[in-house]
């Protein structure tokens, strides 16, 4: 039941933001987009996340029992792989910006 009170609260909000972005940028002169296809994202995006947020109910629920114990040994490994990755893309966003 709160699941979809959620859900509409979430569509009726982004609903009114869309209708916002098509009053605000159709309105001026020196628009970026047109304000259809604004409002047209802005209210898709919102229809999915209620959609999301009214089916959470229904999904499958994580088994706890058989969630893997969690091993110090892999822990290390891992964050020192993950921010390498973190480091790489930083370092291909900077090198981005450079060239703008």
């Known amino acids: ?7 509409i609260i979430v569509l009726g909000l982004t609903q ?3 209708i916002i972005l098509a009053f605000r940028y159709g309105l001026s002169d020196n628009q970026t987009l047109p304000p259809s ?3 047209k994202k802005t209210s898709a995006i919102g229809a999915l996340i209620a ?3 009214a089916a959470s109910p229904w999904l499958p629920e994580p088994l706890l029992a058989l969630a893997p114990q969690f091993d110090a ?8 792989l993950f921010l390498a990755a973190l480091f790489a893309a930083l370092l291909a966003l900077v090198q981005r910006l450079e060239k703008l």
């Open 73 to 80: 040994a892999h822990f290390l490994p891992f964050l020192a």
């Open 37 to 39: 296809t604004a409002a």
């Open 51 to 53: 959609i999301a947020i």
């Open 16 to 18: 009114v933001v869309s």
């Open 1 to 7: 039941m709160w699941a979809f009170i959620a859900a």
